[in-house]
């Protein structure tokens, strides 16, 4: 069974970092794509970030370009989202997902407020 | 930025089939995927590539695409098919993911 579960969620100020993390299990996540999705209070779904099988192919929505880095270790089975810069509109669920996406993770919550 | 078009809002009577449209200029080249997603739950898969539907999902959810448009239908509503459905794809470079504005669908 595919199981992805996210951690690292949390109440940051602005200006801070955080770092997300994504457990995948059931599935050889070398041989797939990987996303970050987040969705804002009450708000549709964003795309935020995809990342090639072997990590050197990168691809992230413009607004949060040269603030997150989106990587991943194979080995250890995890993808990450690391989210420096954070602003307000930053707030959100973020889910991790394998591309196209089809499984999905359950989500953790992002709250960036003073 | 490449945009997808949803409608707000569907509202069907149960056993109805409700229709809902995403526009987009690269759909004639990209796949279109469609997700469910209940209140306060991560979203769910029910159709990708178009018109493929995933084990597990009801008959009743089919997909086409046509031109700039891609539709998601739901063939003899049910109450448990209220929710919030979002189409996805891909700019034009295939690297950029989009999803729609997102449309709720009611059903009473």
């Known amino acids: 069974e595919v199981q992805l579960v996210e951690s690292g969620g949390g109440l940051v100020q602005p200006g801070g970092s955080l770092r997300l993390s994504c457990a995948a299990s059931?599935?050889?996540?070398?041989?797939?794509?990987m996303s970050w999705v987040r969705q804002a209070p009450g708000k549709g779904l964003e795309w935020v970030a995809n990342i090639k099988e072997d990590g050197s192919e990168k691809f992230y929505v413009d607004s949060v370009k040269g603030r997150f880095t989106i990587s991943r270790d194979n080995a250890k089975k995890s993808l990450y989202l690391q989210m420096n810069s954070l602003r307000a509109e930053d707030t959100a669920v973020y889910y991790c997902?394998?591309?196209?996406?089809?499984?999905w993770g359950q989500g953790t919550l992002v709250t960036v407020s003073s | 930025s490449y945009e997808l078009t949803q409608p707000p809002s569907v509202s069907v009577s149960p056993g109805q089939t409700a229709r809902i449209t995403c526009s987009g200029d690269a759909l004639p080249k990209k796949y279109a995927y469609w997700y469910q997603q209940k209140s306060g739950q991560a979203p769910v898969l029910v159709i990708y590539e178009d018109n493929k539907r995933p084990s597990g999902i009801p008959a009743r959810f089919s997909g086409s695409s046509s031109g700039t448009m891609a539709t998601l239908t739901i063939s003899g509503a049910q109450v448990e098919d209220e929710a919030d459905y979002y189409c996805y794809s891909t700019d034009s470079s295939g690297y950029q993911g989009v999803f729609g504005t997102g449309t709720t669908v009611t059903v009473l």
């Open positions: 997902a394998r591309k196209p996406p089809d499984y």
């Open positions: 059931g599935f050889d996540l070398s041989t797939y794509w």
